[in-house]
Nanobody
Framework: VQLQASGGGLVQAGGSLRLSCVAS????????MGWFRQAPGKEREFVAG????????YYADSVKGRFTISRDSAKNTVYLQMNSLKPEDTAVYYC?????????????????WGQGTQVTVSS
């Protein structure tokens, strides 16, 4: 599986960004896709995940109500719509694939990773 993430950038607090992750390889519907983020000096943390086959979604408490994960199976793409962004959301965001058919929050369990896209939220 190859993953290509995009959509990061610089935004003011309260603004919005939409990240995209395009997957190529095994059938898109056969896996879970997750978004993680890593801020300088911190561990990589789970942000959101989606079971591509049925659309079931999971979110970290820190982003619930502000971020929305979605998928477009026709485009083999998963999105992360980020609204009401805060300075603490600043990080490199990564998309990842887990071949186990449930959303897991442990980054070490994911099988494939995209290259990361920088999100910077200014106060």
């Amino acid at each position: 599986v190859q993953l290509q993430a995009s959509g990061g950038g610089l935004v003011q607090a309260g603004g919005s960004l939409r990240l995209s992750c395009v997957a190529s390889g095994p059938p898109f519907s056969s896996y879970v896709m997750g978004w993680f983020r890593q801020a300088p000096g911190k561990e990589r943390e789970f942000v959101a995940g989606i079971i591509v086959n049925n659309g079931k979604k999971y979110y970290a408490d820190s982003v619930k109500g502000r971020f929305t994960i979605s998928r477009d199976s026709a485009k083999n793409t998963v999105y992360l719509q980020m609204n009401s962004l805060k300075p603490e959301d600043t990080a490199v965001y990564y998309c990842a694939v887990d071949l186990v058919r449930d959303v897991r929050t442990d980054a070490s369990l994911y099988d494939y990773w995209g290259q990361g896209t920088q999100v910077t939220v200014s106060s």
